[in-house]
């Protein structure tokens, strides 16, 4: 191998009978094999002339489930001299019952083992986009059989050191396994962030005579432009508020915590000082306080309903948020001829021109409406035609407003329920009147028009924008 390859060092080891050969250019990293069996590798590896150093684990699971019982103890038991570790292989075995197309339906007892290594929570899988199969029989007509054999997968401190990485999928030309290319993604510096209300801004003080402030100005509109105006203009407002009275919530909540825990272990030195109790439920206060703030702040921005107070110092809440970063991120897509294009530019111009071109268009009904049809189906009663027709009141956007989860994804005024409802004691009224205008004139200004589009995937591993569909996240008002 050494000489027919030159600068490259290679290891397979008696242990494996050279079932896994594992391949590394000599002057880009050093790797130093730990652990191995007949079914995996297991070895650190550190880049030279950096600090970048990880454990990789590859897997080459035997044929049977008896076989293949050693390979799940042997992960579960795998030694770390670093924490960030990536694991890859043909595990020759399914996970789940949808990772198989075609031949003999899955049995549930060959996914026992597989689901009872994963319930140690080691490890989860890497986000991949390309083919959801890995293997394929190659056969023909009805004997042709696709499963999902190999499979990558990542721990927690992973996505510390390589938290934009993902891997892509695709079929090889001669073997009849699919290639696995694992890619770390350079974030991207987009901009200034946009404005977004955050729910407890309002539990600050200033904060209600700030909004009224601004919101009683003059300005030179009517109706729900007069309230979309308003709304502009206040985020300005907002945002110096935020900065002068409120600050980094995290790092306020973190210099709390630790001031909190210095207390304790200061009063257990003198447990009847009567000067270091006072101090201690004073900074109790402070932190009690600024968990409030974090716990809201985690529960807008992460969308996680069930965070209770004390889950933030947990390891699985933790996993949970870079989860949910490293899955809500599209970074490249695949073109027509088949190649895999990462260049931001042409990410966005490819999403834009896709939904540009099924959005927005004029329509017509594919077959006239047949009234006899009417006849024979369900009729509203008189009564309920005329409450379909009943005006509605300032209750009726009331209550329509106070039923919207406080923490609902913002559409593109940034404004979630929450801040109408805080608010809406002192702006409820001109903000009601505005709404039941528009069911009188039907003025709709273009920015209240407009929607956000969130993507969700169609299919486990998306490749292109087809494979999303769009949800429509409208303005709050």
Not at 217 to 224: N, V
Not at 362 to 369: D, F, G, K, L
């Amino acid at each position: 191998m050494t000489c027919h390859f030159v600068g490259w060092n290679c290891y397979t080891g008696s242990a494996n009978e050279g079932r896994i050969l594992l391949i590394w250019q000599a002057n880009i990293v050093s790797v130093e094999v730990l652990q191995g069996s007949d079914q995996f590798i297991h070895a650190y590896v550190k880049e030279l002339g950096s600090s970048k150093e990880l454990c990789l684990s590859f897997v080459y699971g035997r044929n049977t489930i008896e076989e293949r019982l050693q390979l799940w103890q042997d992960l579960s038991g795998l030694s770390f001299p670093v924490n960030p570790w990536l694991m890859a292989g043909d595990f020759n075995v399914v996970f789940y019952f949808n990772d198989q197309l075609g031949g003999r339906t899955v049995a549930a007892m060959e996914m026992v083992d597989t689901q009872r290594w994963r319930s140690i929570g080691l490890v989860d899988e890497l986000s991949t986009s390309g083919s959801h199969y890995t293997w394929t029989n190659k056969q023909a007509a009805e004997a042709r059989i696709y499963s999902k054999l190999d499979r990558i997968f990542k721990n927690e401190a992973w996505l510390d050191f390589f938290p934009q990485s993902e891997a892509y999928v695709n079929w090889d030309m001669i073997s009849d396994h699919c290639f696995f290319i694992i890619k770390t993604i350079t974030a991207l510096n987009l901009g200034i962030k946009p404005f977004r209300f955050f729910n407890m801004w309002a539990d600050h003080e200033g904060f209600r005579e700030t909004v009224l402030q601004n919101w009683t100005k003059p300005i030179k509109a009517h109706g729900l432009e007069r309230i979309m105006k308003k709304l502009m203009r206040l985020k300005h407002v907002l945002r110096q508020f935020y900065r002068r009275a409120i600050g980094d919530v995290v790092h306020k909540y973190t210099v709390a915590k630790e001031n909190y825990q210095s207390s304790q272990c200061q009063l257990q030195k003198d447990p009847h000082s009567t000067d270091l109790q006072r101090e201690e439920r004073s900074i109790f206060e402070t932190f009690s306080s600024q968990s409030r703030y974090y716990d809201s702040y985690l529960r807008q921005k992460r969308k996680i309903n069930w965070l209770r107070i004390g889950d933030d110092n947990t390891a699985y809440f933790h996993a949970c948020l870079k989860q949910r970063r490293a899955t809500n991120r599209i970074t490249s897509f695949i073109n027509d001829a088949g190649q895999i294009n990462e260049k931001f530019e042409d990410v966005v111009a490819h999403f834009l021109n896709h939904f540009r071109s099924i959005m927005g268009s004029h329509s017509t009904a594919s077959a006239p409406i047949q009234r006899e049809c009417f006849i024979h189906g369900g009729i509203l009663s008189l009564d309920q035609q005329l409450r379909l027709m009943k005006p509605f009141t300032k209750k009726d956007v009331e209550a329509a407003m106070f039923s919207i989860n406080s923490i609902k994804s913002p559409a593109p005024d940034r404004y979630g329920s929450s801040f109408f409802k805080v608010m809406w004691k002192d702006l409820g009224e001109e903000i009601s009147d505005a709404i039941l205008g528009f069911f009188d004139h039907g003025m709709l200004p273009d920015e209240l028009n407009s929607v956000t589009l969130s993507l969700i995937p169609k299919v486990e591993t998306p490749t292109k924008a087809v494979e999303y569909r769009p949800i429509a996240c409208c303005n709050t008002l």
